[in-house]
């Protein structure tokens, strides 16, 4: 089979990820058929707009759909306030007499960007997710979280934003350096190990095809992890319910090492790889978890050539990112721990010493 679909059931605002093992010739025709608009602005970058660009467009134009292009630099700057108003103020003199929608096409950066202009400009108007990275394809494409940084840091201005349609080409990983994809492969081993043993053992298994981005891998892998993140949004969009907080396993620390490193040293996949066997070593020391099965998790990670600990990190730095994070309350910090493969709890009954013992572990000055 050369392409899946699963459907994020949102009641009126439903949407499908359609997963493609190659080419764009069914997007011209779907969009065609949902009616979205007769004219797309597609955000991008440079490098996919030379990959890709074309093909996209061809296949939209087929379908009587008028394409434009704005370019953004593919780096965390293209978030700031000032790119999201110069991209508004382009799409503004774009948007004439023809109804106007937006395609995000390239990885979070313009995922994110593409939705909070979505989401607010002219109170909000239609937008499909292209995702051309393989962590944007199995995570930030899905759930409808967008939004842009401030001077005071990530994140801050934001809204739910649901696209209409993810459309994930698996094609276009080919082109990705080696690190990018282990950074999505982080992410999926994330689900495998939250939720579904049965992914988590295929990985073990596969290591070595995954790695050499064999197409029926790739199709099994991105559908799998698309699949558990469309159920978790679909029964908690707007994390009310605290069940999408299961998707932030290995984010706390992660996040943490991230910003301690000023995001330059680690990409999100290889910082989250790290979180991850932090916390599962948290749950083993705890008694939550069997040292097997922390073992698994420590050396699958290793086998997808993702780091499980980080040298040269200053660990007072990482310790305070740690504390400010938002989950960080009263002294205490919630967070997602594995009690067997493919099943996790959210607590607070950590004890901070061992939190502390447990980074300065992972973090080798």
């Keep these: 089979m050369s392409a899946k679909k699963i459907t994020v059931n949102l009641f009126e605002r439903s949407y499908p990820i359609i997963i493609q093992k190659n ?3 069914q997007l011209g025709r ?13 955000i991008t970058n440079s490098r996919v707009q030379a990959l890709y660009g074309k093909e996209l467009a061809l296949s939209l134009t087929r379908n009587g759909i008028a394409t434009s292009f704005i370019r953004i630099a593919d780096s965390e700057k293209s978030k700031s306030a000032k790119v999201y108003f110069d991209t508004v103020t382009k799409i503004s003199k774009i948007d004439t007499k023809k109804r106007l929608f937006l395609i995000a096409f390239g990885g979070g950066v313009a995922g994110d960007l593409c939705g909070f202009i979505a989401a607010t400009y002219k109170r909000g108007i239609n937008y499909i997710q ?6 944007a394809q199995v995570d930030s494409a899905i759930g409808g979280k967008t939004a842009i940084d401030l001077a005071s840091g990530k994140n801050l201005l934001g809204a739910f934003c649901q696209p209409r349609l993810v459309y994930s080409n698996l094609s276009l990983l080919q082109s990705l350096p080696k690190r990018q994809i282990r950074s999505g492969i982080a992410e999926i081993v994330k689900y495998g190990v939250i939720s579904d043993k049965k992914l988590f053992g295929y990985i073990e298994k596969n290591y070595k095809k995954i790695l050499k981005l064999d197409p029926n891998a790739l199709l099994y892998l991105v559908a799998s992890a698309s699949r558990i ?23 706390t620390i992660g996040h943490a090492l991230e910003t301690a490193t000023k995001y330059n040293k680690l990409n999100h996949g290889e910082a989250v790889s ?22 698994r998790i420590e050396q699958l990670l290793k086998h997808m050539d993702l780091p499980v600990k980080t040298k040269n990190s200053n660990f007072r730095a990482v310790l305070k990112a740690f504390y400010r994070d938002k989950k960080f309350i009263r002294g205490k910090v919630r967070m997602v721990l594995p009690t067997r493969l493919g099943h996790v709890i959210v607590t607070e009954d950590i004890p901070l010493n061992l939190i502390k013992t447990v980074i300065k572990n992972r973090v080798v000055s």
């Design 130 to 135: 292209v995702p051309t990275t393989l962590l």
């Design 30 to 42: 779907l969009l065609k058929k949902m009616q979205l608009g007769n004219a797309a602005c597609i």
């Design 23 to 25: 080419g764009f010739q």
């Design 274 to 295: 790290i979180g991850m066997t932090a916390a599962a070593q948290i749950a083993r020391q705890m008694g939550l978890l069997k040292q097997e099965t922390f073992l």
């Design 229 to 251: 993140k469309a159920d978790v949004v679909s029964r908690d969009e707007r994390e009310t319910l605290g069940l999408r907080a299961v998707l932030n396993f290995g984010h």
